[in-house]
């Protein structure tokens, strides 16, 4: 449900794991395109999909009879989709998101959201995260990912349904963490991109990326993640790949505005949604409910929200009081 980038890389990953898929699209003339010319060039440009995938703009066909619903539609527009599609939702589906924000106002992850809309139990309700460049992946280039539950069988029954030979998921029960890692390390990423559109090197990259894991770590032990959950694939390396590659929107939302940018430029050149600058409110609304120090996030919603100048944000973090290096909760 939702015929964006990494929406319309799942479904074919779904495809040829031998997962049947239809991708609901907001566009009927995206469906049309998809499903004639195999190609969704807007999102995946140059790129031809599988003709085994199936596209459609109405919510009904796309979901009649399915045992499995991705939804992969922007994360602060999930409440809104997803009630209008409560009633068209098999029973049993498993649910599965594959978004990565917080959502602003409630600071709900995604899974919560989905919860709160459907009424769906746990044991259904499942999330993809991990380091998944969506145009990697749509060009069949090797990857691995985690499909998390709270309920070990439909945790194995989504590894089934999207192992192929260039996709490899690992099961994990904690979804809270994967939740997490791929939520804050969106509003990481944002603050590296504007560090290395300033033109600042390796160093400091790595500094943001290790001190942004911290604050997720910190953030993640506040609400009951498993920290062996942050040092893998949903937590790590999600933040690395994020934090590291130009593909990444995040980071090149950043670095736009690190070049010197306006934010509202910027805004206007982002073609594709950039979850961490609307998530880095909630991230930090959430820390500080739960009495968590996140000052690369407070930064960020600084630059982002109150319009505070990129170089007065670099004198921020570099002027903070020493510490040690593991602190906090």
């Known amino acids: 449900m939702g015929a964006g980038s990494w929406g319309t890389t ?21 469906a049309e395109t ?31 009879g399915a045992e499995i619903v991705v939804l992969a539609v922007p994360a602060q527009t999930l409440r809104e989709n997803l009630s209008r599609w409560t009633d068209l939702l098999p029973r049993d589906a ?16 995604m899974s919560e959201v989905i919860a709160q809309v459907t009424g769906a139990p746990p044991d259904r309700i499942a999330v993809i995260s991990g380091p998944n460049l969506s145009r990697e992946i749509a060009e069949r280039q ?23 030979g ?23 990423a944002v603050a590296v991109g504007i560090a290395v559109g300033m033109g600042f090197g390796d160093n400091t990259r790595s500094m943001l990326i290790t001190r942004g894991l ?39 939302f950043g670095e736009n505005l690190g070049r010197g940018m306006s934010l509202a430029d910027v805004i206007a050149i982002t073609r ?18 739960h009495g968590v120090e996140m000052p690369i996030t407070e930064v960020v919603v600084a630059v982002t ?19 040690p290096e593991r602190y906090g909760v």
């Not at 990953?13 to 009927?28: F, K, Y």
């Not at 929200?305 to 510490?323: F, H, N, P």
């Open 10 to 30: 799942f479904a074919q990953v779904l495809c040829d794991a031998g997962t049947p898929a239809t991708l609901w699209c907001r566009r009927r003339l995206v």
């Open 34 to 64: 998809i499903s004639s010319a195999h190609q969704n060039p807007e999102y995946l440009p140059g790129l031809t999909l599988t003709e085994t995938l199936r596209a459609t703009a109405d919510p009904a066909q796309a979901l009649a």
């Open 94 to 109: 498993l649910l599965v998101s594959l978004m990565k924000g917080i959502e602003l106002g409630t600071c709900k992850r």
């Open 142 to 164: 090797y990857a691995a990912t985690v499909a998390a539950c709270r309920d070990t069988a439909s945790a194995e029954q989504l590894q089934k349904a999207c192992h192929t």
């Open 166 to 188: 260039y996709f490899r998921p690992y099961t994990n029960p904690d979804v809270v963490g994967c939740e997490l890692g791929g939520a804050v390390k969106n509003v990481i």
């Open 214 to 252: 911290a604050e997720i770590a910190r953030l993640g032990a506040a609400l009951g993640a498993e920290q062996h959950t942050l040092a893998g694939l949903a937590g790590m390396g999600d933040l690395a790949v994020t934090c590291s590659s130009p593909l990444s929107r995040n980071r090149t």
């Open 272 to 289: 594709q949604t950039a979850e961490g600058v609307k998530s880095s409110v909630s991230v930090l609304e959430l820390a500080n409910r």
């Open 305 to 323: 929200q109150d319009g505070l100048d990129v170089g007065e944000a670099a004198l921020m973090l570099a002027s903070r009081s020493a510490k």
